[in-house]
T-cell receptor
Framework: NAGVTQTPKFQVLKTGQSMTLQCAQDMNHNSMYWYRQDPGMGLRLIYY???????DKGEVPNGYNVSRLNKREFSLRLESAAPSQTSVYFCASSLTGNLQETQYFGPGTRLLVL | SQELEQSPQSLIVQEGKNLTINCTSS?????LYWYKQKYGEGLIFLMM?????EEKSHEKITAKLDEKKQQSSLHITASQPSHAGIYLC???????????????FGKGTKLSVKP
């Protein structure tokens, strides 16, 4: 099993450009998450999907959209990138979203917005 | 999040020494996770604590949750270079409606182990 995979690993964008970060998991998990990690801020939840067909806002959803394409895939889209969105983005998944199941994380996507 | 404070922010220890990292919450925790992150990689789950006074160990790493469920400590015995990385605590709180909230992370503790 590959676990949680993310593409791309690195990306440089100009302000105003758009892009989609891809995430896939092969563990048959129901819940998926997108986080961003910034120095001094820790990990913050952007959006999550408790199950296929549902998505909900997390702590910092502004400037992002998500799509739960199917059970395996959960994408994060930046419609008009801003320098404030320079960050490391992590995708995670868990079996049901309950406390007893841990979240498994992908390796991250490093995004630089100029 | 200001609800969750980790200390210290960074730590440099000599190989073989013991160390402790703390995670303090401003309110009662429903559950507490510990993760480890290496540079350029994702988070690796270490342990999850839920009951007051609970203690779990994995190899040379022990995590405890205090009786009041507001503070957790992560203790590494006889540290090795392989222990180096960023340790993050993650907390789950109960919402006002009684449902389980989302995972909230501390800012992390960067651990360096000198050979």
């Amino acid at each position: 099993n590959a676990g949680v995979t993310q593409t791309p690993k690195f990306q440089v964008l100009k302000t105003g450009q758009s892009m989609t970060l891809q995430c896939a998991q092969d563990m048959n998990h129901n819940s998926m998450y997108w986080y961003r990690q910034d120095p001094g801020m820790g990990l913050r939840l952007i959006y999550y999907s408790a199950s296929e067909g549902t998505t909900d806002k997390g702590e910092v959803p502004n400037g992002y959209n998500v799509s739960r394409l199917n059970k395996r895939e959960f994408s994060l889209r930046l419609e008009s990138a801003a320098p404030s969105q320079t960050s490391v983005y992590f995708c995670a998944s868990s079996l049901t979203g309950n406390l007893q199941e841990t979240q498994y994380f992908g390796p991250g996507t490093r995004l630089l917005v100029l | 999040s200001q609800e969750l404070e980790q200390s210290p922010q960074s730590l440099i220890v000599q190989e073989g020494k013991n160390l402790t990292i703390n995670c303090t919450s401003s309110k009662t925790l429903y559950g507490l996770y510990w993760y480890k992150q290496k540079y350029g990689e994702g988070l690796i789950f270490l342990m999850m604590l839920q009951k007051g006074g609970e203690e779990k160990s994995h190899e040379k790493i022990t995590a405890k949750l205090d009786e009041k469920k507001q503070q957790s400590s992560l203790h590494i015995t006889a540290s090795q270079p392989s222990h180096a990385g960023i340790y993050l605590c993650g907390a789950v709180y109960m919402n006002y409606g009684g449902s389980q909230g989302n995972l909230i992370f501390g800012k992390g503790t960067k651990l360096s182990v000198k050979p």
